[in-house]
C-alpha cells in the first residue's frame, strides 16, 4: 500500500516532514519526522506504562501498577503436548509453572515478554540476517492485523491520501477508513499485476513538494515468480524488490512488509525463496524504511493471535504507543505459551516445522488443481501458486466484448444455490468494483468435499453462460 501523506494543515518544511532514515553510519541517530510526531502527540504513552520497565532496576520496591496479586490468582501450572517437528509421531510434554507461570497471569511489558521478544530477534537473524545492533527492535501484537492498523494509526493523519495498488488484502481498506482511496490503476492480467516504476516516480514527482510515501509490497509482481500473495498468490521478483528499496531512497518512504503476506514461511515452490525487503535493505547505503509484520497464525494456530513487528525503533515505538492506550499489550499467558513451544524446538526446529507446513499444503494444492483441471478446464484460467493457501481464478463467462464480467453473481447466486461457497474478487478492490476473479481455499477442505465443490462451481458457471448468451 503506498500511503501520501497530503496534510489538510499548513505543510511545515519538507525536510520536517520526510521521515530521516537510518544511516549505516549511525544506526542509533534516527529522528522521527513531524508527521509522525503530530500523530503520537494525538496518541500519547500511558504514564503507568512508560514506568513499568523501571520497576526490573536492582533494588527498587516498586507501588507503581496496580498489579494484581499472584497469591489469589487459582492456577498452579498449565502443561501441553506439541508434536515434534523432527518426527511427527513423538510428543513433547511441556510445562508452565513457577516464576513461567507468575509471569504469564501478570500483566507484561506493552512490547511483549523479554525472552520472546530475544528469541524473535534472534529469529530475525537467522531468517533475514539482521542482528540487534542495526537501528530496529521488535514489538508484539495480538496478531499481524493488530499491529498494521498500530502502524497506519501511527503513520497516517486524517486528510491523508492513501494509493492502493488492486487486487490486494481486504482487510486492509477497513484499516483505513478515514482516509480516501485512490486505485493506482495498475494493468491486471490473470491476476499478475504489472506496476513499472515510472508510475511510481510519476507519483513521487506529483507529491515531492508534499510528504512522502509508506507503500505496502506485494502487488509488483513477475509472470515467472509468484509467491503467496493474498488473494493473487504472487510476489515481487529479487529485480523489483531493489527498484522499490531504490525509489523509497529517492522518495524518502516507507516500506510495510507483510501487510498483505503472513505466507513468507509456506513457501512450497522449487526456486529459491527471495530475500525480504528486510534482509535486503542491508544492501542499502542506509537502513530504517522497512517495518515488517510477521505471522505465527497460519504456522502455529490461528486462535492463538500472536503477530510481530520489526523495524526502526521510533516507529515501533509509535505502534507501542497505540498499544499503552489500547489493548495495553498481547495477553502474557498467551506469549510465554508460545515461547516455551519455540524455546524447546530451536531455531533449526522451527524451520523444519515450516518447511513440513509448506509440505503440507503444497500437496492440498496439487490435489485443489487436479480437481480443477478435470472440472473447470476452459471455464477459468489461473496460475498455479507456489505460497500460501489460495487460488485465485478468472471465470471465463462469455460476455459481451470489452465488458468487465463479474464474478459476484455467478458466486454468491448460482454458486450459493447449488451449495458451494467461494470469495468474489470484487472485495480485494476499493469501493469493490465489477471483476471476473474469485479467490478459493485449499487450506481445509478433504479431497472428496473438493471434488463435489468444484463440480458445483461448474455448473454455476455453466449456468451463468447459458445467462450471458440470452
Known amino acids: 500500500m503506498l500511503v501520501t501523506v497530503s496534510s489538510r494543515r499548513p505543510s511545515p518544511p519538507v525536510q520536517n516532514l520526510l521521515l530521516h532514515p537510518l544511516s549505516k553510519s549511525s544506526l542509533q541517530t534516527f529522528t522521527p519526522p513531524f508527521s509522525l510526531m503530530l500523530r503520537i502527540i494525538v496518541c500519547p504513552a500511558s504514564v503507568v506504562r512508560g514506568l513499568l520497565p523501571l520497576e526490573d532496576t536492582p533494588g527498587i520496591i516498586s507501588l507503581l501498577s496496580g498489579k494484581p496479586n499472584p497469591d489469589t490468582f487459582p492456577f498452579t501450572s498449565f502443561t501441553f503436548t506439541a508434536r515434534s517437528p523432527i518426527n511427527s509421531k513423538e510428543d513433547t510434554i511441556l510445562t508452565i509453572e513457577g516464576k513461567e507461570l507468575a509471569q504469564g497471569l501478570q500483566y507484561g511489558p506493552t512490547a511483549g515478554e523479554k525472552q520472546l521478544i530475544s528469541w524473535i530477534e534472534g529469529l530475525q537473524e537467522f531468517s533475514h540476517g539482521r542482528k540487534k545492533n542495526e537501528g530496529w527492535r521488535v514489538s ?234 478435470t472440472h473447470l478446464s476452459g471455464l477459468v484460467e489461473w496460475s498455479p501458486p507456489v505460497a500460501g493457501m489460495f487460488i485465485w481464478f478468472k471465470l471465463l463467462l462469455n460476455g459481451e466484448p470489452g465488458e468487465e464480467e463479474d464474478s459476484y453473481d455467478v458466486i454468491l447466486s448460482k454458486g450459493l444455490e447449488r451449495g458451494v461457497l467461494a470469495l468474489p474478487g470484487a472485495g480485494f478492490f476499493p469501493n469493490s468494483r465489477k471483476t471476473a476473479y474469485v479467490r478459493v481455499s485449499f487450506s481445509a477442505a478433504p479431497e472428496p468435499e473438493v471434488d463435489e465443490a468444484l463440480k458445483r462451481l461448474r455448473e454455476a458457471i455453466i449456468a451463468a453462460r447459458a445467462t450471458n448468451k440470452k
Not at 488492486?166 to 494493468?187: D, E, Q, R, S
Not at 535493505?281 to 493471535?305: C, T
Open 140 to 373: 508484539i501484537g495480538t496478531g499481524s492485523q493488530d499491529l498494521i492498523f498500530k502502524a497506519v494509526t501511527a503513520l497516517v493523519n486524517p486528510g491523508d491520501s492513501v494509493l492502493l495498488e488492486t487486487p490486494t488484502y481486504a482487510p486492509a481498506f477497513p484499516v483505513v477508513p478515514h482516509l480516501p482511496l485512490l486505485n493506482m490503476g495498475c494493468k491486471v492480467v490473470m491476476g499478475l499485476i504489472y506496476l513499472r516504476a515510472a508510475i511510481y516516480r510519476k507519483l513521487a514527482s506529483r507529491q515531492a513538494k508534499a510528504q512522502g510515501f509508506v507503500y505496502s509490497p506485494c502487488k509488483d509482481v513477475d509472470i515467472r515468480q509468484k509467491y503467496g500473495c493474498n488473494p493473487t498468490g504472487m510476489t515481487a521478483t529479487l529485480e523489483r524488490r531493489k527498484e522499490v528499496l531504490l525509489l523509497a531512497r529517492e522518495h524518502n518512504f516507507i516500506i510495510l512488509e507483510g501487510m498483505y503476506d503472513p505466507y513468507y514461511y509456506l513457501y512450497y515452490g522449487t526456486a529459491p525463496r527471495y530475500p525480504s525487503y528486510f534482509a535486503l535493505e542491508l544492501e542499502e547505503p542506509e537502513v530504517g524504511r522497512v517495518l515488517r509484520f510477521d505471522s505465527l497464525s497460519k504456522i502455529l494456530s490461528a486462535g492463538i493471535r500472536l503477530g510481530f513487528v520489526s523495524g526502526p525503533a521510533p516507529l515501533v515505538q509509535a505502534i507501542d504507543q497505540c498499544t499503552s492506550t489500547s489493548n495495553l499489550q498481547t495477553p502474557s499467558l498467551t506469549q510465554i505459551i508460545i515461547y516455551k513451544l519455540l524455546n524447546s524446538w530451536g531455531y533449526d526446529g522451527f524451520k523444519i516445522h515450516t518447511e513440513n507446513v509448506s509440505v503440507f499444503y503444497r500437496e492440498k494444492r496439487d490435489i485443489f488443481e487436479r480437481a480443477m483441471r
